[in-house]
């Protein structure tokens, strides 16, 4: 499927259907992260071709989650 990944002021990364445009699933950084949810913004996301994908947080946080459950990449 066709997914994109966007990330937010709020904490939040979402995964979406790109050819209907509808919401997949949602990733609430601050619950793998330092912070909470609500104080972090998320700044840059990369999808690499292996299926992960990377984030990075106002928090100086990087993290790697699986794009196929949305969870965090131990």
């Known amino acids: ?9 709020d904490g939040v990364i979402r995964c979406w259907n790109a050819e209907v445009t509808h919401e997949i699933y949602r990733i609430s950084v601050g619950l ?7 104080e972090l913004c998320i700044w840059s ?20 989650w699986d794009t196929q459950h949305g969870t965090l990449v131990n």
Do not use: E
């Open 1 to 9: 499927a066709n997914r994109i990944f966007s990330g937010s002021s």
């Open 32 to 38: 793998g992260g330092l912070g909470s949810g609500s």
């Open 45 to 64: 996301l990369l999808a690499l071709r292996c299926g992960t994908l990377v984030s990075a947080d106002s928090s100086g946080s990087v993290q790697f």
